[in-house]
């Protein structure tokens, strides 16, 4: 079992930054597959990033690669979504998501575990 809380939403003017963090509320932290993933109102929800139980292996959604930055701190347990040059259509709430497993996964479905959301809104 894990428990994950998002922080660091916010509101932000277009070409802005933020960066959220998902807290876990486990052990085992460095055992799970940990994932970004977004909702927009009236979308289904979509995957952005994902990471490695080991943060050696990372995967991006097309939308935001080269924006986006996952990381991970095994030692805080701690999971970290950096996003620079956020526009508009990256309005969402952003959910972080765990699997136990070695290796990372895109499919919303594959989660076992999820946040409760942050919200991030860009403004024009």
């Known amino acids: 079992q894990v428990q994950l809380v998002e922080s660091g939403g916010g509101l932000v003017q277009a070409g802005g930054s933020l960066r959220l963090s998902c807290a876990a509320t486990?052990?085992?932290?460095?055992?799970?597959?940990m994932g970004w993933f977004r909702q927009a109102p009236g979308k289904e929800r979509e995957f952005v990033a994902a990471i490695r139980w080991s943060g050696d292996m990372t995967g991006y959604a097309d939308s935001v690669k080269g924006r986006f930055t996952i990381s991970r701190d095994n030692a805080k347990n701690t999971l970290y979504l950096q996003m620079n040059s956020l526009k508009p259509e990256d309005t969402a709430v952003y959910y972080c998501a765990a699997k136990y497993s070695s290796r990372w996964y895109s499919d919303v479905k594959e989660y076992d575990y999820w946040g409760q959301g942050t919200q991030v809104t860009v403004s024009t």
């Open positions: 486990s052990a085992t932290f460095s055992s799970y597959a």
